[in-house]
């Protein structure tokens, strides 16, 4: 009988001794949680104080920028149904959709910008019925933008530029072989000033394609 209170005592022991070293390890794992994650915030609280994120978002935006203007030489696209060519932005993704299927193309960046482009088949090819659309469709969306009057390429342009709530908006328009071009870019607010000279050249590679076919029109 002694025998058997023994292994009882034993087997008793082994059996508690889970929850017990449960009770004693857990709370020391929780610290050293909280403790890893305190190191980790003050960390990140120096980098950022210290100018560690800035000069890393620095060093990607400008690796990003040289990327656009080696990649201004590349082949040049097509456009659906030949309506323009275009050399895309290297390292951006076209968007399949086109922006919800409104643009012919769609390009967007990892870095939250995007390039849209649409070419439409109209029935007129004078630069102030161009100038009175555009407005007209402004007034209709409820967007007016600042507009001045240059040249792209060699065609007479609307340029356009707006500020939204979380991004700027610039837009050249013009008219080209039967077609009514638009040109868009789009960035956040922090971004548009570091990007906007390069996707000038950016744009700048954009070819009209030729006349619409008749059953285009």
Do not use: C
Not at 46 to 57: E, H, I, K, N, T
Request: proline fraction near 6%.
């Amino acid at each position: 009988m002694k025998e058997k209170s023994r292994i009882d005592r034993h087997i008793n022991r082994d059996r508690h001794w889970m929850p017990m070293a449960l009770r004693v390890l857990l709370p020391a794992f929780a610290l050293l949680f909280v403790l890893a994650m305190i190191y980790d915030a003050v960390d990140l609280s120096d980098r950022v104080a210290s100018g560690d994120f800035a000069l890393r978002r620095e060093e990607r935006i400008a690796a990003d920028i040289a990327r656009l203007k080696d990649g201004l030489k590349s082949e040049a696209i097509r456009g659906p149904e030949g309506k323009f060519k275009f050399v895309p932005p290297a390292g951006w993704l076209i968007d399949p959709l086109g922006n919800e299927g409104y643009f012919d193309l769609t390009f967007r960046s990892p870095e939250g910008m995007e390039i849209n482009l649409l070419a439409s088949a109209v029935d007129y090819s004078d630069f102030e019925t161009l100038l009175e659309n555009v407005e007209s469709k402004e007034e209709e969306v409820g967007f007016i933008m600042h507009i001045e009057d240059g040249i792209f390429l060699q065609y007479p342009a609307i340029y356009r530029n707006m500020k939204l709530e979380t991004q700027r908006v610039y837009m050249i328009d013009f008219l080209a072989n039967g077609r009514a071009h638009h040109l868009m870019f789009a960035a956040p607010y922090e971004l548009f000033d570091d990007y906007i000279m390069t996707i000038r050249q950016v744009l700048e590679t954009y070819r009209p394609g030729p006349a619409p076919s008749e059953a285009e029109q």
